[in-house]
């Protein structure tokens, strides 16, 4: 197979061709830009000014991005690719929020960027700055970066009054990932599901030291963090609460987007002075989180997620109100190395049919033939569609968890699926983010929620819990002469970036669980 190539094509877009070698060029290319199309093999990626600032505040420099673009390129770095990547790089940093005591300062190189936010400069030790209000500083924020001028945070400094520490073996690249966070200050760390996203939260915790709250999408995953705490650090179980009716005394306060948006909690969350505020799978963040999140700009904020993708476009303004993105690495790289489980990413391709209940027919004999071809293994069923999700388990025998199960319902299945006293979970929307279950081998997608590439790569990070001699199978379902066909390529493109490919099965070469009620 020949080697893969970067190419510069005339829009300005860096074509990464397919062949040997196109992993590692592509992982050059992401601190410079977004894949942002996958044609017969190659990748196509914009530079993109969020990749860029965030290759910035880990301390790149515009010239190593374009150095390497150069060693990769089959070509020199084109002068408009050059200039487009120095002239965005430089302007991180121009505009720097600055806490000093009860003061919070926007400093500047140039006292025009000031003005032109609507502020009044003036000098401050060598530098402009102007005296902002701290409630204000989000929508600032906010407003800078859409005029092109993201706001730099000041770097973490480690607490001296830290109470607690980590007891925790961190693997090197979480290691890495937490030295990034303390160098470049608040913002993200992307690492796939399985790969300890909540361990580094808990260590960056314990190093920063002071008052913690941790936000959640779920009280399930809420229950996992305060697990974490107490088992990976010397914290001890009295210095964490979770879902508290107000805020205490408590090192570290656990609560759910949902309770810190809409509770009578919510005045309190926001105005206290916490040190820190991790949010989890950030990527995930309602509109309304969006508000809260403009209101904690005085405390330094940290973001874990698998992947920063929203269909909304909304990823803007996470890197305006929590950071920019400080640790990124490939899931392949983590999958070669041996730290998340290999995967094998497989879509199925049912026999097109002119009506619906044809459709859904034919739809669960390639179920019923998936789940036998895996029998005895964890399998996770996971669809969008409540009402086909719950006519399969009610034809094919497995319970399923949707919206309307009570907590007690979710952790007695959770707690079963387990222990492997039942070996087929059905899971809606409710178990795309954060549900930890590390013994599950098999994901069968059935239906998604159109071309959500967010929700893709959450549900093959169900399966990537590494085990000894585990190689997960990640199905999606996907209807011919169907409008899934397009949804199906839009939802590969985030996981197609991180290296997997897509294996093509055809439904009818399934085997036949003996008599098969449902088959075409």
């Not at 086909?388 to 079963?416: H, K, V, W």
Request: with cysteine.
């Amino acid at each position: 197979m020949p080697r893969s190539q970067l190419l510069f094509r005339r829009d300005g877009r860096l074509h990464v061709t397919a062949g040997d070698g196109r992993e590692l060029i592509a992982d050059l290319v992401r601190q410079c830009a977004e894949l942002t199309a996958v044609v017969a093999g190659d990748y196509v990626f914009t530079v993109s000014e969020t990749a860029l600032w965030g290759a910035a505040a880990r301390g790149v420099t515009s010239a190593q991005v374009i150095a390497d673009l150069d060693a990769i390129s089959a070509v020199p770095v084109s002068s408009d690719v050059a200039t487009r990547i120095a002239t965005v790089m430089a302007r991180w940093g121009r505009l720097r929020l600055l806490l000093e005591d009860d003061v919070t300062l926007l400093a500047a190189d140039d006292p025009a960027l000031l003005r032109e936010l609507d502020l009044k400069p003036r000098r401050h030790n060598d530098q402009w700055a102007a005296t902002v209000d701290r409630n204000t500083v989000g929508q600032l924020k906010l407003k800078a970066m859409t005029l092109g001028w993201p706001i730099a945070d000041p770097p973490f400094v480690a607490g001296g009054d830290s109470t607690y520490r980590a007891t925790v073996q961190l693997r090197p690249y979480q290691q890495r990932a937490i030295e990034a966070v303390m160098r470049g200050g608040s913002g993200l760390v992307l690492l796939p599901c399985g790969a300890g996203k909540t361990v580094v939260g808990v260590a960056v915790a314990a190093r920063v030291g002071g008052r913690v709250l941790v936000l959640t999408p779920s009280r399930t995953v809420s229950e996992q963090w305060h697990m974490a705490f107490d088992r990976l650090t010397t914290v001890g179980d009295g210095n964490v609460r979770v879902h508290p009716r107000a805020v205490g005394n408590e090192t570290v306060t656990i609560a759910t987007y949902h309770a810190a948006t809409t509770g009578r909690i919510r005045g309190e969350l926001v105005h206290y002075p916490w040190d820190l505020v991790i949010y989890d799978e950030v990527q995930s963040l309602p509109a309304d989180v969006f508000r809260l999140a403009a209101g904690f700009q005085s405390a330094r904020r940290l973001g874990l997620t698998a992947t920063l993708v929203r269909e909304d476009g909304r990823e803007r303004e996470i890197t305006a109100l929590v950071g920019s993105a400080l640790f990124d690495v490939s899931w392949s790289e983590l999958e070669r190395q041996g730290w998340i489980a290999p995967a094998r990413c497989v879509e199925v391709r049912i026999p097109y049919a002119s009506t619906p209940v044809e459709r859904e027919r034919y739809r669960l004999a390639t179920l019923q033939r998936l789940l036998h071809r895996h029998r005895g293994e964890a399998t996770i069923v996971a669809g969008t569609r409540v009402t086909q999700l719950r006519r399969a388990g009610e034809m094919l025998r497995f319970p399923i968890l949707d919206g309307s199960s009570t907590a007690q319902e979710r952790a007695d299945l959770y707690a079963r699926f387990r222990n492997d006293e039942i070996p087929v979970l059905g899971l809606s929307r409710i178990g795309s983010v954060g549900v930890d279950l590390p013994n599950a081998t098999v994901l069968i997608q059935v239906s998604g929620t159109f071309g959500s590439r967010q929700e893709e790569a959450q549900r093959l990070g169900r399966l990537l819990r590494p085990a000894q001699g585990k190689t997960a199978s990640f199905y999606q379902l996907v209807s011919v002469g169907t409008a899934e066909e397009d949804y199906a390529q839009r939802r590969q493109r985030f996981l197609v970036g991180q290296g997997y490919q897509y294996e093509l099965l055809k439904a009818g070469d399934l085997p036949r669980p003996g008599v098969d009620d449902f088959a075409p």
